[in-house]
């Protein structure tokens, strides 16, 4: 796994959009002939997918909002975007 440098920042590929179904009551990923329908954890990250956040700001802004170590959810944080990068569904 290649890892995510601090000055990167993810978004969202065109055709790919992150919203909120209020059907079920839960937030999901659409794209391109698919769905991922977000977790808690997935939907904390993807709220801060906006194009303009860089890696390392979502890294601080989670950490600030679940008071948990960096260096804990780093690798959690980094192999959750990497996979969606390999389904083309996040760009980096």
């Not at 796994?1 to 009551?25: C, H, N, Q, S, Y």
């Not at 990923?29 to 890696?55: C, H, M, S, W, Y």
């Amino acid at each position: 796994m290649t890892a995510i440098a601090d000055d990167t920042v993810p978004k969202l590929p065109r055709g790919v959009r992150f919203r909120e179904d209020k059907t079920r009551g839960q937030f999901i990923l659409v794209g391109p002939e698919r769905i991922f329908n977000a977790d808690q954890v997935a939907t904390e990250i993807l709220k801060r997918v906006d194009g303009k956040t860089t890696f390392g700001d979502i890294l601080r802004q989670l950490t600030e909002a679940f008071t948990a170590d960096e260096a804990t959810i780093r690798p959690d944080v980094e192999s959750f975007l990497i996979d969606l990068r390999d389904k083309q569904m996040v760009t980096l």
